[in-house]
């Protein structure tokens, strides 16, 4: 295969690998920090409102990582966790943020979780205790931590996709025209034999502006005398490829089409077609390319 069709086909596969790369790659969902802790400081106000509780204050939202985050408030509280579900889906809902994360309640002396609940993607998948059990005054914290979720990065996806296409469509275009350049250059490529130009695709012999034309059965007689230069033959061999092979019968019919190629051979010497007795043809040439 020619060099420059094995880079092209390089290009497609690289290509193509690479799109199917980038289109299975993920990255993690960015977390909106600012936008989480004002969605907090909302949810902690409103806890503090359905207590009656309208003069403590909500403590600053900590960053505990990327991906957490905890509320706290100025004095203990008490209150149910119907009312924190809901305020939370509530004000969660009103914001862009990831609607995938778990909220734990925990007890400040010690961090265990007096409650907590998930909230998922897909409704199925929450998980939410049985609420109606009033959590007993107490210094608590709120954790909010979500999870983390795999999206696929849609622009480069899109991006690579349309290079491989333009690659593609490029590659197919240079094929295209250099399989079209070639097929015309080997049409127009003769062999050269002695002072001619032998063309079998168009059944023509040419002499320098000359152009001397074949038969059928000559060209295809010249063309194998060709493939066994100064080499005999045989009869057999002629008869049977250009005739029987075809389904045709022959007597003297090789000797007539012999008779006539040496005619319009004659004008160069350094070619003969001899006959070689019983046997076959040979054609004696100082030349062939």
Not at 96 to 108: A, D
Not at 227 to 254: A, C, F, M, Y
Not at 267 to 282: C, E, F, M, S
């Amino acid at each position: 295969m020619n060099k420059t069709i094995q880079t092209w086909f390089r290009i497609f596969g690289i290509s193509a690998a690479l799109s199917l790369l980038i289109a299975c790659s993920t990255k993690e969902q960015e977390i909106p920090t600012e936008e989480v802790k004002v969605a907090l400081r909302s949810i902690g106000n409103q806890i503090l409102i359905a207590q009656n509780d309208t003069t403590s204050l909500v403590l600053p939202i900590l960053e505990k990582s990327p991906t957490l985050f905890e509320l706290s408030f100025e004095k203990p509280l008490a209150f149910d966790p119907a009312d924190l579900n809901q305020i939370t889906t509530s004000v969660f809902e009103s914001v862009t943020i990831p609607n995938n994360y778990i909220v734990e309640v925990l007890q400040c002396e010690d961090g265990e979780v007096a409650y907590s609940y998930k909230i998922a993607n897909q409704t199925e998948q929450n998980i939410i205790p049985c609420s109606g059990r009033i959590i007993s005054e107490g210094c608590y914290t709120i954790q909010v931590k979500f999870m983390s979720k795999e999206v696929a990065s849609k622009n480069a996806t899109l991006f690579f996709v349309l290079i491989f296409l333009v690659v593609l469509f490029l590659g197919f275009v240079f094929y295209s025209k250099y399989h079209a350049f070639h097929s015309e250059k080997e049409t127009k490529r003769g062999t050269s034999l002695g002072h001619f130009s032998f063309y079998p695709e168009q059944n023509k012999l040419v002499k320098e502006a000359q152009e001397i034309p074949l038969t059928q059965k000559e060209c295809e007689l010249l063309a194998i005398l060709i493939e066994h230069p100064n080499q005999v033959v045989k009869r057999e061999e002629l008869t049977k490829r250009v005739w029987e092979d075809n389904g045709v019968i022959v007597g003297r019919s090789l000797d007539t089409y012999i008779s006539k190629l040496r005619k319009k051979l004659e004008d160069d010497a350094t070619i003969k077609i001899t006959n070689v007795h019983g046997v076959g043809y040979k054609l004696e040439i100082d030349r062939l390319v």
